[in-house]
């Protein structure tokens, strides 16, 4: 499985931006994928994740009502809509394709789960 993000940028806080994940190649094994983010000096945490199927999400609390996820299952590719940015929120994002399966969709919160990763595309807030 390979997996291509794109989509960030430098943005004013308030502002919006829309984050790609593109998958190919054995995606019939993708059971979920997830974004991911890590700033300078932090551990890389959870942001959001979705099933494959497209139904069943999770997110982290930091981003409830901000952030949406979703699947554009013609072009097996994962969309992280981001409003109402804020400088906390800058850092450089991943996404990645867990192939296990989970009993529900808050399991897909767990780094471990997860067996391919993208590149990362930097998201960079300013105040």
């Known amino acids: 499985v390979q997996l291509q993000a794109s989509g960030g940028g430098l943005v004013q806080a308030g502002d919006s931006l829309r984050l790609s994940c593109a998958a190919s190649?054995?995606?019939?094994?993708?059971?979920?994928v997830g974004w991911f983010r890590q700033a300078p000096g932090k551990e890389r945490e959870f942001v959001a994740a979705?099933?494959?199927?497209?139904?069943?999400?999770v997110y982290t609390d930091s981003v409830k009502g901000r952030f949406t996820i979703s699947k554009d299952n013609a072009r097996t590719t994962v969309i992280l809509q981001m409003n109402s940015l804020k400088p906390e929120d800058a850092a450089v994002y991943y996404c990645?394709?867990?192939?296990?399966?989970?009993?529900?969709?808050?399991?897909?919160?767990?780094?471990?789960?997860?067996?391919?990763w993208g590149q990362g595309t930097q998201v960079t807030v300013s105040s």
């Open positions: 190649g054995g995606t019939f094994n993708i059971r979920a």
């Open positions: 990645g394709a867990a192939t296990g399966v989970a009993l529900a969709a808050h399991f897909y919160a767990r780094e471990t789960l997860y067996d391919y």
């Open positions: 979705i099933r494959w199927t497209g139904e069943g999400t």
